[in-house]
């Protein structure tokens, strides 16, 4: 089993700066890929980021990418959400999940945090 635990969300003025955190523990040998998604009200959940496991290698969302930072650190089982120049469209509730294959879909994603809300105000 793998269990997820995100935390750093909370309310910022666009242009500002927030980190999420997700702390992971649990069986890992087989999780190939690790993400960041978010949903908010009305909407489908969507992809933000993902770090795949076996190469280190990113994908971004375009509405993200050069704003958006994902890592991991593995000495402290932690993912990260560095999360730069917010806008009001951020807005959302962020997910951590974790997937047994090298996917951005949320299908995919058998694990998942309970979420952290972002609120970003114009």
């Known amino acids: 089993q793998v269990q997820l635990v995100e935390s750093g969300g909370g309310s910022v003025q666009a242009g500002g700066s927030l980190r999420l955190s997700c702390a992971t523990s649990?069986?890992?040998?087989?999780?190939?890929?690790l993400g960041w998604f978010r949903q908010a009200p009305g909407k489908e959940r969507e992809v933000v980021a993902i770090i795949y496991n076996s190469d280190r290698s990113t994908y971004y969302a375009d509405s993200v990418r050069g704003r958006f930072t994902i890592s991991r650190d593995s000495a402290k089982n932690t993912l990260y959400l560095q999360m730069d120049s917010l806008k009001a469209e951020d807005t959302a509730r962020y997910y951590c999940?974790?997937?047994?294959?090298?996917?951005?879909?949320?299908?995919?994603?058998?694990?998942w945090g309970q979420g952290t809300q972002v609120s970003v105000s114009s």
């Open positions: 649990g069986y890992f040998y087989n999780i190939y890929s």
């Open positions: 999940a974790a997937s047994r294959l090298r996917s951005r879909s949320p299908a995919d994603f058998l694990y």
